[in-house]
């Protein structure tokens, strides 16, 4: 079941790291005659398998038609997990959280931590409550490879500081074993 | 069947009707909730567009730890939305037959203004009767 992209933001509504897998799928459509809806990404973006991009590096071509940029799409993640976050606490009192959302071709997994950490998923529809997954994350790697690096920044400011190697390595590893499951 | 409440939202995303029928959300100010019904509205168009795969519809489910929201959008453009507990089965069959009912009891009232607050007693009485009959 495949997961579409992974996002952190940190206390300061900014997004600190972006994953998105789905130029896989993209790659694999670039073989099927063109239509009306393609969404066929540039030929500059189709040799890399996936997209981590540091917030700060300049998109290298326009996104295509319909297709919004990186950091588009992560504002418009965050403003709909931070609406909907407030929404529940109103109903519901201070402490119960959003889990997740389902739409008819997508689903948004979320975990906050008590340092107001968010951690948002993009997941296929037939994937169970991936909220222990992302709290597995934020222990195992999160805390491990970014918080305990005494290289990093406390704020990551512009996303400086997470992206580091383990971190991505023990990331893939961990998503991959989620989906083969 | 536990349904805590039921929200319809017009085309625009106004707040055309709002009932409680058990405990469990908090209660609020009736200007809170057209401000929720707004917010909601937004967010549905939104999630549509975030999609990463082409073509999605807007929010259909939304879980929390003590309720979950489904959003049922007819052709029209209307929204219902019904909270209920988080386990709580057949919420599709459920949302249906609200709709049949708002068809019913709303639409063919000749006297009902599209669009406008729902302030049909046929229709009240009715989604009563269904959603807590010991009432």
Same mark, same amino acid.
């Given at each position: 079941?495949p !997961?579409?992209?992974?996002? !952190?933001?940190d206390?300061?509504?900014?997004? !600190? ?13 670039? *073989? $099927?005659?063109?239509t =009306?809806?393609?969404t066929?990404?540039?030929p500059?973006?189709?040799s ?6 540091p917030?700060?590096?300049?998109? /290298? =071509?326009r996104?295509?038609? %319909? $297709? ?47 340092? /107001? ?6 997941t296929?529809?037939?994937?169970? /409550?991936?909220?222990? =997954?992302?709290?597995?994350i934020?222990?195992?790697?999160y805390?491990e *490879?970014v918080?305990? /690096? ?7 400011? %512009? %996303? ?6 383990? *971190?991505?390595? %023990? ?6 074993? !989620?989906?083969?499951? | ?30 200007? +809170?909730?057209?401000?929720l019904a ?22 259909e489910?939304?879980?929390? +730890? ?7 959008q ?6 219902l ?18 709709y049949?009912?708002?068809? +019913? ?23 009563v009767?269904?959603?807590?009959p010991?009432?």
């Amino acid at each position: 079941m495949p !997961i579409y992209s992974f996002y !952190i933001f940190d206390r300061h509504c900014e997004c !600190i790291y972006v994953k998105q897998w789905l130029e896989r799928e993209r790659e694999r459509s670039s *073989f $099927r005659p063109q239509t =009306a809806n393609s969404t066929i990404s540039s030929p500059a973006t189709l040799s890399e398998k996936r997209v981590s991009t540091p917030i700060d590096a300049p998109t /290298n =071509a326009r996104p295509p038609h %319909g $297709r919004l940029s990186v950091q588009d799409d992560a504002k418009l993640v965050f403003g709909v997990v931070f609406s909907l976050r407030n929404m529940v606490r109103k109903l519901s009192g201070p402490d119960d959280n959003f889990i997740s959302y389902r739409t008819s071709s997508y689903k948004l997994h979320y975990y906050e931590t008590p340092t /107001n950490l968010k951690f948002v998923m993009l997941t296929d529809i037939r994937m169970d /409550n991936l909220r222990v =997954a992302l709290h597995q994350i934020y222990i195992n790697l999160y805390v491990e *490879f970014v918080t305990k /690096n005494p290289l990093s920044p406390v704020e990551h400011k %512009g %996303g400086e500081g997470v992206a580091c190697e383990l *971190f991505e390595l %023990g990331l893939e590893r961990f998503v991959q074993t !989620i989906q083969d499951v | 069947m536990v349904i805590l409440s039921i929200l319809i939202l017009n085309k625009a995303g106004g707040l055309i009707y709002q009932r409680h029928f058990n405990e469990g959300l908090n209660k609020l100010s009736s200007n +809170d909730y057209l401000v929720l019904a707004g917010t909601f509205h937004g967010v549905h168009a939104i999630t549509s567009r975030i999609s990463p795969v082409p073509g999605s519809g807007g929010l259909e489910v939304l879980e929390s +730890d003590q309720f979950r929201v489904q959003c049922f959008q007819t052709l029209t453009g209307t929204k219902l939305l019904i909270f209920a507990e988080p386990h709580q089965p057949n919420i599709d069959v459920i949302c249906r037959r609200v709709y049949e009912l708002y068809a +019913d009891y709303v639409m063919k009232n000749p006297f009902y203004q599209i669009e406008m607050p729902i302030r049909c007693e046929q229709f009240d009485r009715q989604l009563v009767a269904y959603i807590k009959p010991k009432q």
